[in-house]
């Protein structure tokens, strides 16, 4: 109640009322100059980590980086962004369809308890630390089935880490879709499974994708299951799913940059760059063309 | 039921039970291959620091039933202690400053211009673990230890955990600085949509009993999102438990000691699974791996427990 006597005394000015009227707006512009630093720090931080890489990626870029593969600390980064690729690939092939088809489960039959178990798994599992994965992935696939460490280890490593993620998304897609679509499906005599897949997926297809990309660039952007599950190599990936290591860009940016040499630090700042680039003209689109469409999206 | 609709019902259920059978997979193959070191360790293992291989060059012995190096033992108190001071640090940072953009973009922000506001401190949210940990190594270390540091141990001499040595700026503290930026971006953005969807009529009673436009926020806006923020803080606080690469690259990385301040070198649960792992790679008796394994389930279980309490806490509109 102290607003009203406040603004009581606001209307009724005397000298006292005006002392306290004037300590409030010093007290809520102090207030709004805090809130906008706040902001101003958030900003300054990302600007200053872009400009970083930017600056030094981009001196370091050269046509070799793109031809040639890594040979110790030197040469270029094409087995490196050869393995990223893959890695990432191979995940999104093998979660994009846990995802979505859970994903189609969890919203079409959401009255189920097991439905509602599954949506609250997906989103713990969301947030399990990725090291965990990779330290899964180690003891099972890595030693007890003796992949040793390689692409096939990576993947499916990857896979459990961003299916839940994909099947969220995919969830919260579908449920956007209005329940007259629905509705008008059925009355028309269509089966479920056809309503779902040839008009709800097509309805809310450019959600869907979105977080595809969004878990695309997640993938590409991690290090540490990859450390426990791929390792790394000089060479080109010969083409054995098991028993052979890969490289990856992100190995590079963390390994290289503690060496005491120029070339591996041109080599890490190179593929900070690469990464960072690709992963914010991904986030970029999904989000850009997202507030366009009218969707909203969180976190 | 037709029975294309049974097929369809069929098949997708069976897609979504792969992800019960992750977490299950997840949990029972950390349990089992954590069984050794849980029987070696027992209880100490959260109650000491000292992390050490043994004698690589001597005989395996026996003790309580397993096979380790002479002089091998696994305690991890340090790693405990570095993940939730790290964490907490983080998220003192974390929770005013979101807050703070939140507020500002969504009450002084125009709103045509918001969106691409916005994304100047969400994007945070994309910037990849590794990358963060470079700029964290070349960029924030180097200020803080030469311009920074001393100067906050000077004037802070007196406050117990601020004072010197201010040492070389890998530590607690950068640690926190860096994770309270990785996990912003989830306070700011769902608190900032909380904020705007807000009924408007709340703002103008407010501005009719005569309340400044920042007082409808403070009294009037943000008390109604107080459970959200806690859900969601909470939900950061699970992401910097287990972050582990920029961690890894800023930290310092502490073997068996307790941080003396808020300068000193530390390491997270996360970032020694990291750092151990060719090292625990070379213990004859894999006791260093099921020690590793031993974190693992002790991370996984932290952050369950932290994610499943955020989980319970958000309500549903704001849970993504």
Redesign the interface.
Known sequence: MSTVTGSARALNPNARGRGRQQRRAMASLAGWLLSGLAFLLLAFALLDILRTVFVRGFAALNLQLFLTPTSGIAGGLLNAIEGSVLITAGALLLAVPVGVFGGIYVSEFSREYFARAVRFIADVLVGVPSIVFGLFGYLTMVTALGWHFSLAAGCITLAMMIAPYILRTTELALRGVPGELREAGYALGASQANLVTRVLLRECAPRVLTGILLAMAISMGETAPLIYTVNWSNYYWSGHLTHEPVAYLTYVIWSFINEPFASAHALAYAAALLITLFVLAITLLARLSLSRLGVRRTS | M?P??A???V???A??????L??L??FA??LH?SWPALRFNGFDFFTHSSWNLGNQYGNPVAVRGEQVMPGASFAILFLIVGTLASSLIALLLAV??????A???AE?VPPRIR?Y?S?????????????????G???LIPFLSRHVYPHMAHWLRDVPFFGPPSGSGYGLLTAGIVLS?MC???I???LR?AIESTPQALREA?LA???????V???IILPRLRLPLIGVST?AL??A?????AV??ISGNALNILPENIYSPISTM?SF??SQ?DSALQDPTNMA?YG??EI?LA??LL??L???L??LLVPRS???
């Open positions: 037709r294309s609709d097929l369809f019902r098949t997708v259920t897609f979504a039970a792969m992800i019960p992750v977490l997979a997840l193959f950390l291959d005013p400053l979101g807050v703070g953009a507020v500002f973009l002084a969106t506001a994304l100047l401190v969400e994007l945070l949210a994309s910037v990849p673990s590794v990358v963060f940990g470079l700029w190594y070349i960029v930026l912003v971006p989830l700011a953005a769902n949509e407010g009993v005569g309340a400044t436009r920042f007082e926020v403070r009294k939900l699970g992401r438990l287990g972050e582990t690469m890894l690259m996360a699974m990291v792992l791996i590793i394994a693992g991370l996984l952050s369950l932290v994610n499943a955020a989980r704001l849970s993504t």
